[in-house]
Every structure is written in structure tokens, then in C-alpha cells.
T-cell receptor
Framework: RKEVEQDPGPFNVPEGATVAFNCTYS??????FFWYRQDCRKEPKLLMS???SGNEDGRFTAQLNRASQYISLLIRDSKLSDSATYLC???????????FGSGTQLTVLP | ETGVTQTPRHLVMGMTNKKSLKCEQH?????MYWYKQSAKKPLELMFV???????ENNSVPSRFSPECPNSSHLFLHLHTLQPEDSALYLC?????????????FGPGTRLTVT
């Protein structure tokens, strides 16, 4: 099993749609999780941190299921500006290291 | 300057050249990282400097050599690179404490080896 595995993309959705991404992880000891977004040819930027069962920030909701070892990201009322690659990130080994998933590409269509 | 800065933003070098990438963080963090991002591949952690300790990915070739003179500055020294080393090199920093250690990235150096 890969350390961090994400939904294969790409996701193409119309503006206003709700879209959800899933991510599974193998390190059962992980206590915190992150979603980053990365625009084309730019650096990853932190979108959300998840420390307990979930987190909500406006149109974005992240949920954590420790028993099944997966994290989800839900985007409601998609905007054109949400088009990006979304990276699931899980701590690995010592507290200093993060393992990045390969990313899920989202394109929101007008 | 705020956040994490990297220079140069773009670099083209021949296989016999020696160059260095520079990263500086203005966030007061205590850990810094180098990542490599090749096309269509996940970010690959290369080196970590945390609380003056260095951790490295054993798969990184010796032609990449990191240097961290203090908690705010990080360098990646490059020599005799190969064309497959062409990639986006990202620097990141974080504050390692408790369970929260979100990493913040610089804009990256896009390296092309000819």
C-alpha cells in the first residue's frame, strides 16, 4: 500500500458543483493531516489542517476517518479559481517530515 | 521580505557546472526542507534540517549537497548534474512543535540541466 494515495484525476466539474476527493494513508500513528493546493508551475500552498475529526473553512470541509485511515476534502459551490491540483499530505516517520500524495487535478468549467 | 524566498527562480546549467540554490525564511521557523518536484511525480523530500539536525533521503545522489548555516538560511549546492535532475526545487520551512508542523513553501527554482 502506498504511504499516501489519492483519487486519480482529473476531475472536471461545472461551476457551482460540489466535488469530493479522498485520500488514504498507511501510517496509523499520524495525528495531523493537511490539504495543500498547487497551481500550475507554482508552489504548494496550505489549504487546510486537520487535527481531529474534521475541519471546515467556508466552502471547504475536510473530514478524517481514523478507523479507515482516510481523509476527504469537500468543495461546495465550486469556483473557476478552485481549479488546481489538490495534495493530500500526511506526517511520516519523525514529526519533521511530511509525505505528499501525487495530487488530484481539478478543473472547474464555466 | 515575508514568507519563504528562493533564488534564483530559474536556472539553466550545463552538466559540468557548479551552482547553488538559496532559500531564506522570514517566519521564525525552526526547520527547513528541500524538495524536488519532477513533472507528473509527487513531491520528493530531499533534505530536512530541524533543530540543527540533518535528515536526508538516502536516494538523493551525492551531487546534491545541502548546507544550513542557521535557522533562516538553506542552500543546495549542485555539481555535475544530469539532465534527469531538471525539475522544480522547492524549499519549505515549518515550526516543529507538538503535532502541528505545517510547511510553507517558497516559489521554487526551476532548474534545467543541459
Amino acid at each position: 500500500r502506498k504511504e499516501v494515495e489519492q483519487d486519480p484525476g482529473p476531475f472536471n466539474v461545472p461551476e457551482g458543483a460540489t466535488v469530493a476527493f479522498n485520500c488514504t494513508y498507511s501510517n496509523s500513528a499520524s495525528q495531523s493531516f493537511f490539504w495543500y493546493r498547487q497551481d500550475c508551475r507554482k508552489e504548494p500552498k496550505l489549504l487546510m489542517s486537520v487535527y481531529s475529526s474534521g475541519n471546515e473553512d467556508g466552502r471547504f470541509t475536510a473530514q478524517l476517518n481514523r478507523a479507515s485511515q482516510y481523509i476527504s476534502l469537500l468543495i461546495r459551490d465550486s469556483k473557476l479559481s478552485d481549479s488546481a491540483t489538490y495534495l493530500c499530505v500526511v506526517p511520516e516517520g519523525s514529526a519533521r517530515q511530511l509525505t505528499f500524495g501525487s495530487g488530484t487535478q481539478l478543473t472547474v468549467l464555466p | 521580505e515575508t514568507g519563504v524566498t528562493q533564488t534564483p527562480r530559474h536556472l539553466v546549467m550545463g552538466m559540468t557546472n557548479k551552482k547553488s540554490l538559496k532559500c531564506e525564511q522570514h517566519l521564525g521557523h525552526n526547520a527547513m526542507y528541500w524538495y524536488k518536484q519532477s513533472a507528473k511525480k509527487p513531491l520528493e523530500l530531499m533534505f530536512v534540517y530541524s533543530l540543527e539536525e540533518r535528515v536526508e533521503n538516502n536516494s538523493v545522489p551525492s551531487r546534491f549537497s545541502p548546507e544550513c548555516p542557521n535557522s533562516s538560511h538553506l542552500f543546495l549546492h549542485l555539481h555535475t548534474l544530469q539532465p534527469e535532475d531538471s525539475a522544480l526545487y522547492l524549499c519549505a520551512s515549518s515550526q516543529v512543535q507538538g503535532i502541528g508542523y505545517e510547511q510553507y513553501f517558497g516559489p521554487g527554482t526551476r532548474l534545467t540541466v543541459t
